[in-house]
């Protein structure tokens, strides 16, 4: 027995009732639709575009890269480095040439970037 | 997409595809759910301005629920008929107090002598009408959706939150209250003769 059968026969005398009530069945006018469909394209959310890119993944690193001045500054930065590492450890005889002070007690040297007369020039 | 091939797909894959914005989908899930929502409406309550603004809010709730619907969560129409049936509970419970009975229903009005039998058809849907009205809301509820919206039972136990027998006890209340009120005007609407 199909579901319409069974619905039928639950319905006994009131079929014909129901019958009409079915072929009868309210319908909205063409207004109301047109209506309807309106509302339903104004609410509708925008549209999906799969060209757009999505923004790059920014992380701290990133970040910190921009502010130093990009890959040039930091390639000028790893090459200071690499230099100041090769001076500490092979410690070759030339640096002491250039060094004014007394190179036995280098390690222990004050070295006053800016002197009493540059503060006064500065009126500090 | 032409709507012939929007009217291939699902009613959840229509909503999917509305949510995604593609206007095809908005206008096949519009001519698709917009009839039957007000047809069940009006049934509901007997007046079609009443049943256009139930339907339409009905709709608006679905167009701001597409956005975050889950697949597989529910059936768009069972959704659907929950809500606009459940607006027109809350509208007849608010013009409860002054419902009309069977005998204020106004006579269709008068028709052509060459419409005799749409005369007939409309008195007889007018009494259906009017009988249905008289029933308490959940009954009118159950026996529209199986009767005339032609929904299954486990449909409107879903659209009801209730169980299946007590779907089928409703129906079988309603329609007992229905041949109460409609039985005895079989001769007056002609149901003798066909």
Known sequence: MTMTDRRRDDEGPLAPWFEAGREAAPRPDGDWMARMEALALE?????????????????????????????????????????????????????????????????????????????????? | MPYDAMSERTEEELLAAYAAGEPAAARALTARLGPRLFGTAMRMLGDRAEAEDVAQEALLRLWRAAPGW?????????????????????????????QVGLDDVPEPPDPAPSAAQAMQSRA???????????????????????????????????IMDIGVRAVESLTARGRKALEGLLLGRRAELGYDDD
Not at chain 1, 60 to 89: E, K, N, T, Y
Not at chain 1, 95 to 103: H, I
Not at chain 1, 116 to 124: K, N, P, R, V
């Open chain 1, 43 to 124: 609410e509708q959310p925008a549209a999906v575009s799969a060209a757009v890119t999505p923004p790059a993944r920014r992380g701290r690193l990133r970040d910190l890269l921009g502010q130093i001045g990009g890959w040039p500054a930091m390639a000028g930065l790893a090459a200071a480095c690499a230099a100041g590492l090769w001076i500490g450890v092979a410690s070759p005889d030339g640096v002491a040439q250039w060094w004014p002070g007394d190179t036995a007690n280098a390690g222990y040297t004050t070295f006053d970037p800016a002197s009493g007369f540059d503060f006064a020039m500065l009126e500090l």
């Open chain 2, 70 to 98: 889950r697949e597989g969560e529910a059936k768009v129409s069972t959704w659907c008929y929950r809500v606009v049936t459940n607006l027109c509970i809350d509208r007849i419970r608010r013009r409860r107090g002054r």
């Open chain 2, 124 to 158: 007889r849907d007018a009494a259906l009408q009017a009988a249905l009205d008289a029933l308490p809301e959940r009954q009118k509820q159950a026996v529209v959706l199986r009767h005339l919206e032609g929904l299954s039972n486990p449909e409107i136990a879903g």
